[in-house]
T-cell receptor, first 111, second 112 residues
């Protein structure tokens, strides 16, 4: 079955710098890759997603890239701000509603 | 907009006790699910439902039961609580078209 690995587990960056979180997946049939942000004490919330027919998608300071050949996708956050501090989860969907989750990355923005 | 509402927010149980975590959504989503979240292990699927009257097991179903009598409600029952079930539990519902998952605020459960 599908397996998703996420790195790093913790990422600390200076405010204003960029942050990159990477995920790899194993099932080439996966065709949907969302990213969720979880703030302290709350449930995860979708921030951006990408489908397998697209290589890159941007939404203001957030972008996701997908390399289907290498089976990896990444979340890029530019000009980081204190409110970006959170835990970020990637996931891959091999079929229908099924989602396989990465273990999460704790992003710390240093002032 | 309420979205996904789950109760209680916090609960302490003694080993062997049973309890039900309540979950309700007002978005008319067919697909609902329960996850548990443990440090360093991300989100693990416990049970899910593709519609009223239909439930199925996820990755870690042992020790939990679910039912889906209506589209809105999807309660999770702990049959005989064990310390290994100490975790944060999230109920979620999924939109039919875009696969977007809407999570509840979470229920923090401690079993002593």
């Amino acid at each position: 079955g599908e397996n998703v690995e996420q790195h790093p587990s913790t990422l600390s960056v200076q405010e204003g710098d960029s942050a990159v979180i990477k995920c790899t997946y194993s099932d080439s049939a996966s065709n949907y890759f969302p990213w969720y942000k979880q703030e302290l004490g709350k449930g995860p919330q979708l921030i951006i997603d990408i489908r397998s027919n697209v290589g890159e998608k941007k939404d203001q300071r957030i972008a996701v890239t997908l390399n289907k050949t290498a089976k990896h996708f990444s979340l890029h956050i530019t000009e980081t701000q204190p409110e970006d501090s959170a835990v970020y989860f990637c996931a891959a969907s091999p079929s229908g509603y099924q989602l396989i989750w990465g273990a999460g990355t704790k992003l710390i923005i240093k002032p | 907009n309420a979205g996904v509402t789950q109760t209680p927010k916090f609960q302490v149980l003694k080993t062997g006790q049973s309890m039900t975590l309540q979950c309700a959504q007002d978005m008319n989503h067919e697909y609902m699910s329960w996850y548990r979240q443990d440090p360093g292990m991300g989100l693990r699927l416990i049970h899910y439902s593709v519609g009223a009257g239909i439930t199925d097991q996820g990755e870690v179903p042992n020790g939990y039961n679910v039912s889906r009598s209506t589209t809105e409600d999807f309660p999770l029952r702990l049959l005989s609580a064990a310390p290994s079930q100490t975790s944060v539990y999230f109920c979620a519902s999924t939109s039919g078209g875009g696969n977007t998952i809407y999570f509840g605020e979470g229920s923090w459960l401690t079993v002593v």
